[in-house]
C-alpha cells in the first residue's frame, strides 16, 4: 500500500480543526496591531535613540512570533513527525551566522570606509538637491 | 493500521516515509525551505547593504499614499490594509484545506475562491503602490527620496524595494495561478475521484509561504 492514503488516514486526526484556526487567526491579528502600533509609536523618535532601537527589536521578535504561527499552524508543521519538523528547521539555523556575520561586516565596511576616505563621509553629509518635476520622470 | 506510530526508532527502519508525509508534500517542503533561502539572501544583502550606508530613507516619508488619498501623510496605513489581506487570505486557504479532509467539494471550491480573491486583491494593492511610486520617480536605479535626516540618498533602496516586493509579487501571483488551477481541479471532480484532496494542501503550503514572506518584507521595509 502506497504511504499516500496512510499519511491522509494520520493527519486527519491531529491538529485541532476549525477552532484552532480561528485562534491563530486572533493571534496573527493581534500581534499585526501590536506591531503597527509600536510602528506608529516609534514614528517621531530621533532615528538614534536607544528607545527606536528597542522597538525596532521588539518588533523583529513579533515577528518571529508570526512566522512560528503561520509554520506551525497554518503549514501545519507542528503537527508533522519530528523528523520532518527537524529536517525543515535546522537547515534555517544558518540564519543566525549569516544575520549576525552579514550585519557586522556591513557595519565595519561602513565605518573603514567613512574611516579612510573622508570625502566619502563629507559627500553623504551634503543635503539631497531639491528636485523638480522634470528629473521626476523616467528615461 | 500502524501509522499512528511516528517517531518511534523503527521510522527509519524502511518500509514507510519516516516523515510520515507524501513524497510530493515532502518535495513541497524542500522546495520552500530553499525558496526561504532565496528570499534570506535578498532580505540579508538589503540589511548589509542598510548597515554599509550612511543614512536610510525614512519608510514613513515613503510609504505614506494610500489610493484616492491625494497627498495625504499616511504612513502605514495602506500597508497595513495589504498585510491584513494577505493574512486573511491565509485563512481561508487553511479552511479550504479543512474542507479537503472532510471530502466537502463544494467547501474547497468556496474557500478557494475567497483566496483567489485575497491574491488578486493583494497584487492589485502592489501594482498600484509600484505605479504611485513610480509617477514619484522611483523604480530601479532612481531614488527621488533623501535620507531621514535630509542627506542625499543612493538608489540601493529603491533597487532593494523593488526587487524584494517584485519577487514577492510574483511568488503571489504564481501562487494565484496555482490556486486557480486547483479550483478547476476540485470543480472537475478530480480530488473526489482521487479520493483526496492532498493536492489542494501542497498548493496551501505554497500559498502559506506567500504570507510568511510578506511577514518578513513588510517588517523589513516598512516597519523597521
Known amino acids: 500500500m502506497d504511504h499516500t492514503l496512510e499519511s491522509l488516514e494520520a493527519e486527519q ?12 487567526t486572533i493571534i496573527l491579528s493581534v500581534l499585526t496591531l501590536v506591531e503597527l502600533a509600536l510602528g506608529f509609536s516609534m514614528m517621531d523618535m530621533p532615528s538614534d535613540s536607544l528607545a527606536k532601537h528597542f522597538i525596532k527589536g521588539v518588533i523583529i521578535i513579533l515577528m518571529l512570533a508570526k512566522a512560528v504561527y503561520i509554520v506551525g499552524f497554518f503549514m501545519h508543521l507542528k503537527h508533522e513527525v ?15 551566522w549569516f544575520i549576525i556575520a552579514f550585519l557586522t561586516d556591513g557595519n565595519s565596511f561602513k565605518n573603514d570606509k567613512n574611516k579612510w576616505d573622508r570625502n566619502h563621509e563629507e559627500r553623504s553629509k551634503e543635503p539631497m538637491p531639491k528636485q523638480d518635476e522634470s528629473t521626476h520622470k523616467l528615461e | 493500521m500502524s501509522t499512528t506510530v511516528t517517531t518511534t526508532t523503527g521510522s527509519w527502519k524502511g518500509g514507510r516515509s ?9 518535495m513541497m517542503w524542500y522546495f520552500l525551505m530553499s525558496d526561504a533561502f532565496t528570499f534570506g539572501a535578498f532580505l540579508i544583502a538589503y540589511g548589509t547593504t542598510r548597515f554599509a550606508t550612511n543614512g536610510w530613507p525614512n519608510p514613513n516619508e515613503v510609504f505614506r499614499s494610500y489610493p484616492l488619498g491625494g497627498s495625504t501623510h499616511a504612513p502605514l496605513v495602506f500597508v497595513s490594509i495589504m498585510t491584513f489581506i494577505l493574512i486573511i487570505s491565509s485563512v481561508t ?19 478557494l475562491v475567497l483566496t483567489i480573491i485575497g491574491g488578486l486583491a493583494f497584487l492589485s494593492c502592489q501594482a498600484w503602490e509600484w505605479t504611485h511610486l513610480h509617477s514619484e520617480g522611483a523604480w530601479w536605479g532612481s531614488n527621488p527620496f533623501p535620507n531621514a535626516d535630509g542627506t542625499i540618498s543612493t538608489t540601493n533602496f529603491t533597487n532593494f524595494f523593488f526587487t524584494i516586493t517584485g519577487f514577492h509579487g510574483f511568488h503571489v501571483f504564481s501562487g494565484v495561478v496555482i490556486n486557480i488551477i486547483m479550483l478547476i481541479m476540485v470543480l472537475k471532480g478530480t480530488f473526489d475521484r482521487r479520493g483526496h484532496y492532498l493536492m489542494v494542501e501542497k498548493a496551501g503550503l505554497y500559498w502559506h509561504f506567500v504570507d510568511l514572506v510578506w511577514v518578513f518584507v513588510f517588517t523589513c521595509f516598512y516597519l523597521v
Open chain 1, 13 to 24: 486526526h491531529v491538529g485541532g480543526g476549525k477552532k484552532e484556526i480561528w485562534r491563530v
Open chain 1, 82 to 96: 519530528r523528523n520532518l519538523i527537524m529536517t525543515v528547521c535546522v537547515p534555517l539555523f544558518l540564519f543566525v
Open chain 2, 18 to 26: 519516516p516523515f510520515n508525509v507524501e513524497y510530493g508534500k515532502l
Open chain 2, 93 to 111: 486557504m487553511v479552511l479550504a484545506v479543512h474542507e479537503g479532509h472532510n471530502m466537502n467539494r463544494k467547501g474547497v471550491a468556496k474557500y
